[in-house]
C-alpha cells in the first residue's frame, strides 16, 4: 500500500489539489459578491507579509526615489549656482555701465560749461602712492594731446598732462608734491596757490595774513597760472590752518575723487601766452627738500611778492 | 527540509514583488508571472510534486490578491507543474535555455488553459487576446532569462543519479 501510494505519489498530489481547486472555485462561484471565510483566513494570514513586503519595497523605493531626487537637486543646484553667479556677473556689468554713463553725461555736462575744444580720455593707470600722484590716460600726442594742458574730471580740476607718447598720457594730479595751482577763494576772492602735499592731499598757500578762510570754502582755479581755465573747482578747505601769518597753510580736500576717476577731459586749448606785464620771475628753489620747485615755475607768485615765502 | 524552506521563501517573494511591483509599475502585472516562473524553476528541475504544490499555493496567493475567481490560478499552474515535472523528470531541463522554452510553453499553456476552466464551471469566459499573450510571452521570457542565468549552477535540485554499477573483477 505504502509503495503504492509512493509510486502515485504525484498523481494523488495532482488529484488533490485538483479537487481543493475545484472546490474553490466552485465555493468562489457559488458566493460570488460576498466574502467567504477561507479567503477571509488566507487574506488574513497573508496580510502581515504583505505589509511587511510592502514597508520593505516601499522602504527601498523610498531609498531610490531620494537618491535620484537627490541627484537632480545636486544638479540643479549647481545649475542655479551658475545661473546666480552669471546673473550677478550682469547685473555688475548693468551697474558699471549705469554708472559710466552717469559720469559721462556728467562729464559731458561739464564740457559744455569749458571752453572748447576738450577730448575725453579713460583713465588707463593710476600712481596714487604717497609722494606721487600721477594718472595715465589712454590719449597721446595723436590724439592732439601735449603737456601742460589740463586735465579736468567730473567735479573739477585733475592736473595737468606732464607727459605725452603718442597714445598715452602721463597727468600730473594736483594732490602730487610737484603739483601747483593758482586758485582763488570762491568767498573772498583772494588770490593763492594750492600745492600738492607728500600726504596725498593739497594745501592753499601763500594767502594773506587778513584772509578769512572758513573751513568748507570752496577753492577755484583763478587762471593766473596759464594752465587752467579760470572758474573751475579744486576743492574745499577743511580743518584748521597750521602756521601764522603769510605762513598759514590751508589743507584742501579735492572736490574731484582721484583714487575713483574713471574718465577725464583734456582741455586743448593751449595755455594763453603770456603778457608782458604777467611775466613774473618764476619762485626760488623750495627750501623744502620734500618740494621740489621745478614743475611749479608755472604757477605765477602772489600779486606783490617777489619769492615765495615758505 | 531546506529545499522546502527555500521554495517557500522563492515563491512568497514571487508573490510579493508581483502584488507589489505590479502595484507600482502596472506593465508588470500584463507582462510578467514570477510564481509562473518559479513553478517552471521547480518543474523543470523534475520535482513535480514540489511545482504541483507551488503552482498550486502560488496560484491561490495569486488569486487571493489580485481578486480573481479563487482556486483558478492555482488549478492551472498545478497543471502546469504536473506537466512540467513530468518532463522535467524525463528529460534534462535544468539548462537556462531548455528553462526559458518550458516558460514559453507554459505561458501558452496557462493562457490556453484559463478561460477552458472558466467555461467549464459555466462562467463566460473571456478568449485569450493575442497581443497580451505575446507581451506575457517577452515579458516572462526576458525576466525569467534574468532569473535562470543567475540562478544556473546555485542550488539546483540535481536529479537523483543512478547509483554506480560497480566493476565486475575478472579473476582468471
Given at each position: ?57 516601499g522602504a527601498v523605493g523610498d531609498v531610490f526615489k531620494n537618491y ?133 592731499s593739497c594745501s592753499v598757500n601763500y594767502l594773506p595774513p587778513y ?100 | ?154 542550488g539546483k535540485i540535481e536529479k537523483p543519479r543512478p547509483a554506480r ?8
Open positions: 500500500m505504502i509503495q503504492f501510494l509512493q509510486q502515485k505519489k504525484a498523481t494523488l498530489v495532482l488529484v488533490a489539489l485538483v479537487s481543493l481547486m475545484l472546490v474553490l472555485m466552485s465555493h468562489d462561484v457559488g458566493g460570488r459578491g460576498g466574502t467567504d471565510v477561507a479567503s477571509e483566513i488566507l487574506f488574513k494570514a497573508g496580510a502581515p507579509a504583505m505589509s511587511a513586503g510592502s514597508s520593505v519595497t535620484a531626487d537627490l541627484r537632480g537637486v545636486r544638479a540643479e543646484n549647481q545649475r542655479l549656482k551658475e545661473d546666480l553667479l552669471r546673473t550677478e556677473h550682469e547685473r555688475d556689468e548693468a551697474r558699471e555701465e549705469a554708472s559710466e554713463g552717469e559720469r559721462l553725461q556728467a562729464l559731458f555736462e561739464m564740457r559744455k560749461s569749458l571752453p572748447p575744444p576738450a577730448i575725453a580720455a579713460r583713465v588707463v593707470a593710476s600712481g596714487l602712492a604717497s609722494g606721487s600722484a600721477t594718472l595715465l590716460i589712454d590719449r597721446g600726442t595723436v590724439d592732439g594731446v601735449r603737456p601742460g594742458m589740463p586735465v579736468i574730471g567730473v567735479g573739477g580740476v585733475v592736473g595737468r598732462v606732464l607727459l605725452a607718447s603718442p597714445t598715452l598720457s602721463k597727468v600730473l594730479c594736483l594732490t602730487d608734491p610737484r603739483s601747483g595751482v593758482g586758485v582763488t577763494m570762491q568767498q573772498s576772492g583772494f588770490h593763492a596757490v594750492l600745492e600738492g602735499t607728500t600726504a596725498g584772509a578769512e578762510v572758513a573751513p568748507g570754502d570752496l577753492v577755484v582755479t583763478s587762471g593766473l597760472d596759464r594752465i587752467y581755465p579760470k572758474g573751475i573747482s579744486v576743492g574745499r578747505i577743511v580743518g584748521r590752518p597750521e602756521g601764522q601769518g603769510l605762513q598759514r597753510r590751508f589743507e584742501v580736500r579735492p572736490t574731484v575723487d582721484l583714487a575713483r576717476l574713471a574718465e577725464v577731459l583734456v582741455l586743448k586749448a593751449p595755455p594763453p601766452e603770456r603778457e608782458p606785464q604777467d611775466a613774473v620771475e618764476p619762485p626760488p628753489p623750495a627750501k623744502d627738500p620734500a618740494r621740489p620747485a621745478s614743475p611749479r615755475a608755472a604757477v605765477p607768485a602772489p600779486a606783490g611778492r617777489s619769492e615765495t615765502p615758505r | 527540509m531546506k529545499r522546502f524552506l527555500q521554495g517557500l521563501g522563492l515563491l512568497i517573494a514571487a508573490v510579493l514583488i508581483q502584488v507589489l511591483a505590479s502595484h507600482k509599475v502596472p506593465v508588470i502585472q500584463r507582462s510578467v508571472d514570477l510564481v509562473l516562473l518559479v513553478v517552471v524553476y521547480y518543474g523543470s528541475s523534475g520535482a513535480r510534486v514540489g511545482s504541483m504544490v507551488a503552482g498550486a499555493a502560488g496560484g491561490i496567493l495569486e488569486d487571493l490578491w489580485s481578486n480573481s475567481l479563487m482556486g483558478l490560478h492555482g488549478l492551472t499552474k498545478t497543471l502546469i507543474g504536473y506537466l512540467l515535472g513530468g518532463l522535467g523528470a524525463r528529460f534534462d531541463l535544468t539548462s537556462p535555455p531548455a528553462r526559458l522554452m518550458a516558460v514559453l510553453l507554459a505561458t501558452i499553456v496557462e493562457k490556453l488553459v484559463e478561460p477552458l476552466v472558466v467555461m467549464g464551471l459555466g462562467l463566460r469566459a473571456v478568449p485569450p487576446n493575442p497581443v497580451e499573450m505575446t507581451w506575457r510571452v517577452i515579458g516572462n521570457l526576458l525576466v525569467g532569462a534574468l532569473f535562470f542565468f543567475s540562478l544556473a549552477g546555485k554499477r560497480r566493476r565486475r573483477t575478472v579473476t582468471a
